[in-house]
């Protein structure tokens, strides 16, 4: 089984910063050969690329986050992050993490998701 558990959400005022850990395990599972990324839900409203990394660190942003947020990951530790600054209003959201696993036995790729963490910005 795949767990994917993210962390560091929370109640800021904008102009403040947060960082979003998403820890990814799974003993059969290799997570380090591909992508995971950042999605976020507002309510009411579809779900949205934030960021996505590579393995090998190449990294998208959506044009609204661009400038203010960074993605990273960890491969040792199966983690990925999301540093936001100056955050805004409209950043409120849950944020989800996911991740391209790899099984191992049968070399098959799927995608896999978090629980969502709650990100709100007061003005």
């Known amino acids: 089984q795949v767990q994917l558990v993210e962390s560091g959400g929370g109640l800021v005022q904008a102009g403040g910063s947060l960082r979003l850990s998403c820890a990814a395990s799974?003993?059969?599972?290799?997570?380090?050969?591909?992508?995971m990324g950042w999605y976020r839900q507002a309510p009411g409203q579809q779900r949205e690329l934030v960021a996505t990394i590579t393995s090998g660190g190449s990294t998208n942003y959506a044009d609204s986050v661009k400038g203010r947020f960074t993605i990273s990951r960890d491969n040792a530790k199966n983690t990925v992050y999301l540093q936001m600054n100056r955050l805004k209003p409209e950043d409120t959201a849950v944020y989800h993490c996911n991740a391209d696993a790899r099984r191992r036995a049968t070399l098959t790729i799927l995608r896999y998701w978090g629980q969502g963490t709650q990100v709100t910005v007061s003005s």
């Open positions: 799974g003993s059969d599972f290799d997570f380090s050969i591909n992508a």
